[in-house]
């Protein structure tokens, strides 16, 4: 069974149902449990895509003392009732409720992935330092820990979080082939999107949420558009900072070349448009918008934090300290400037790609049940 607290169009849920699909094939019969705060079009695809889902309507996102304790004890008798070998919990808050109620139900196999942390980047200090704390309390009810990069393990221990013999990791898998095949030509997605075939395209792509850093993109454009006058921002996403944003690029002069296209289910299609990825965020797991822009020969201009550094390498795109509009814009400055380098990186990045494929993935999510069921004896 594995447990998430909501599926939206995002990272995490589709990391969610791909492998919920990888492990069917592998025999692995799975439940979906999910909270009502789901996006309905997203469960009905997960639906679609085979994924069997059974709705709690206590297990939310924010914290709540009573919906969480209603969620723990719904869970509890769930897993009392269907007897699962194995529990796959997903994201935090779903992570602490979930393992609680298999720890007290004694599930054989509890499996936690935080795709991605909230050490950094999302509150303050005392916020922060309390969900630390009940991380190194849900270690102790784990079997394993599974992240998306080695620098994910690194920041988990640095907390105290775990240890080292606990941790497997996984990526987010990226159906690399099904990627290339859905991008239309460059010249065709600029027309769709009316952007000039001359154009100098950056896109970002994500939640439009302090997180993303989506903030400091559209500083940085502010300086690139001063030397580059071609240069657009292209944002695919929605989200609470639309306005804001918009806000900025007015307050900057260069609110005619930020293009935010809203939520979209084609990522892939405007994604086409771009000459570079930008992939700012203060704090990611892996970015998988990284990968697919890489598996369509795009560089990658992404900030040191998380696992980002893991998955760009100096061969396929450029790193810059997190937190710096400044280092930014100099980054995208220097492949505006630079055609071939820009088509150096590009290609390098194909291949570097196939390293977070859904092939790769699943392949070492089936080990690791593989591993854990034949070290409990639940096998046959």
């Known amino acids: 069974m594995h447990v998430i607290t909501r599926l939206t169009m995002g990272g995490a849920s589709e990391n969610t149902v791909s492998q919920i699909e990888a492990l069917e094939r592998a025999g692995y019969a799975s439940t979906l449990v999910l909270g009502p705060q789901s996006e309905r079009p997203t469960v009905e695809t997960a639906r679609r895509r085979g994924c069997r889902v059974v709705e709690l309507d206590g297990l939310v996102r924010e914290v709540s003392p009573a919906r969480d304790f209603a969620a723990a004890l719904q869970l509890w008798r769930l897993f009392r009732r269907r007897r699962p070998a194995i529990v796959h919990t997903h994201t935090s808050k779903a992570g602490f409720v979930g393992r609680l109620a298999a720890w007290l139900a004694r599930v054989p196999v509890v499996i936690h992935q935080p795709h991605g942390h909230v050490f950094y980047g999302y509150w303050n200090r005392p916020r922060t330092a309390a969900f630390v704390a009940l991380e190194r309390l849900a270690a102790h009810w784990t079997d394993t820990i599974v992240t998306l990069t080695p620098r994910e393990v690194e920041e988990h221990l640095q907390r105290g979080i775990g240890r080292s013999e606990q941790f497997a990791v996984i990526p987010s898998g990226v159906p690399i082939r099904a990627v290339r095949a859905a991008a239309p030509p460059r010249a065709e997605a600029r027309a769709r999107l009316g952007l000039s075939p001359e154009a100098y395209v950056i896109a970002g792509v994500g939640r439009l949420v302090p997180v993303k850093g989506f903030d400091l993109l559209v500083t940085a454009l502010a300086q690139v558009a001063a030397r580059v006058p071609s240069a657009h921002v292209l944002l695919i996403g929605s989200g609470a900072e639309h306005d804001a944003l918009q806000a900025r690029a007015a307050a900057l002069g260069v609110a005619d070349r930020l293009h935010i296209t809203g939520s979209v289910t084609d990522v892939t299609g405007r994604l086409a448009a771009a000459d570079v990825l930008a992939a700012p965020s203060r ?89 854990l069921i034949r070290s409990r004896r639940l096998g046959p």
């Open 283 to 371: 704090n990611e797991g892996m970015g998988r918008v990284i990968v697919e822009a890489m598996a369509l020969g795009l560089p990658v201009v992404g900030a040191r934090v998380g696992g980002i550094a893991d998955v760009i390498d100096a061969e396929c795109g450029l790193l810059v300290p997190p937190d710096d509009a400044s280092a930014l814009a100099d980054a995208l400055l220097e492949l505006a400037l630079d055609e071939a380098r820009r088509t150096k990186l590009g290609a390098a990045a194909r291949p570097r790609a196939e390293a977070f494929s859904t092939t790769v993935a699943a392949d070492a999510l089936r080990a690791l049940y593989d591993g």
